[in-house]
């Protein structure tokens, strides 16, 4: 299970209190607040804390007091003004901290995003736990054929067998060895700094990750995208669940803009005019390579 009996009964004890504040509350993400949503076999994500609202956002946007105008309306479209015009600063006055746990493998990926504040459980220090991440047999796929970071279809059958028979034997023996490793009964024991570089990147960590809504929005673009990795997907999407809640109308607009917008090179909007003269437009005489075609193809198809 993603949680122990000592961690649930750790989140209920923190949900239970209650404290008057003079800042700045969302309904919405009070509802998550510490509540640890399940991802993966083992994994988590839980909010900790948060900062801002909507309001916020229009507030350091107009650099002024109080909740901003008296009209939603108006809030709501100088937030699609400034998410359409890409002013990223009013949207960097919000911040989150969440508690993740998640495979190494998801968090070397995430770990890219370099604009956050990270702070990770560590293995010089302790043990990690026997928990790795064993993936569902429909989340095996080949190699693609058309993308090299990518999945084809599925694996079935034997193949899929046995390579989930593999995952799990190579995790647990890994595991084993280091166990054995650090043991001190009759032995020194190896150093856990070092023992721990026996271990597969399937086995879960923890961190406490704090970023501001502008970079977050960025990382979920990216990770929260179709085309991303499934196992760091699933997070992002959870994330976006609870962005959705604290941030409505920052949300609509991310949605909008970014999610589920596009963004046109000047060849491509060229060609765009073109075809809206009538003239017959391909990948041969419009300039652009077969890769960047079948993607300027795929956006006009999922517009139509």
Request: glycine residues 6%.
């Amino acid at each position: 299970m993603p949680l122990s009996p000592e961690q649930q009964s750790e989140i209920d004890a923190l949900r239970a209190q209650s404290t008057q504040t003079l800042r700045a509350t969302v309904e919405g993400m009070e509802a998550h607040l510490y509540k640890a949503h399940e991802v993966l076999d083992h994994g988590f994500v839980r909010v900790i804390d948060y900062m801002g609202d909507d309001a916020a956002i229009c507030q350091a946007a107009r650099v002024s007091y109080g909740k901003g105008t008296k009209s939603v309306q108006n809030d709501e479209g100088l937030i699609r003004y400034l998410m359409r015009h890409w002013h990223s600063t009013p949207f960097e006055m919000c911040e989150i901290k969440l508690h993740v746990k998640l495979p190494v493998f998801v968090a070397r990926q995430w770990i890219r995003h370099r604009t956050a504040n990270v702070n990770e459980y560590s293995a010089r220090y302790s043990i990690l736990d026997r928990e790795f991440y064993i993936p569902a047999e429909d989340a095996l796929a080949a190699q693609s054929v058309v993308n090299n970071q990518g999945r084809g279809e599925a694996l079935t059958g034997d193949e899929a067998q046995r390579v989930l028979n593999y995952l799990r034997d190579d995790a647990m023996r890994c595991y084993d060895h280091y166990e054995e490793m650090i043991s001190q009964d009759g032995q020194a024991g190896l150093a856990r700094e070092l023992a721990r570089m026996n271990l597969p990147a399937n086995v879960y960590t923890q961190w406490y990750w704090k970023v501001d809504l502008h970079n977050l929005f960025h990382f979920l673009r990216l990770r929260a995208d179709a085309h991303a990795q499934y196992e760091i997907r699933v997070y992002a999407d959870a994330i976006c669940e609870m962005v959705k809640d604290w941030v409505p109308a920052a949300y609509k607009a991310f949605e909008d803009y970014r999610m589920g917008g596009a963004t046109l090179s000047a060849t491509a909007l060229g060609c765009i005019q073109r075809m809206l003269k009538g003239e017959e437009v391909t990948q041969e005489n419009s300039g652009m390579s077969k890769g960047e075609w079948r993607e300027f193809m795929g956006v006009l198809k999922g517009a139509s």
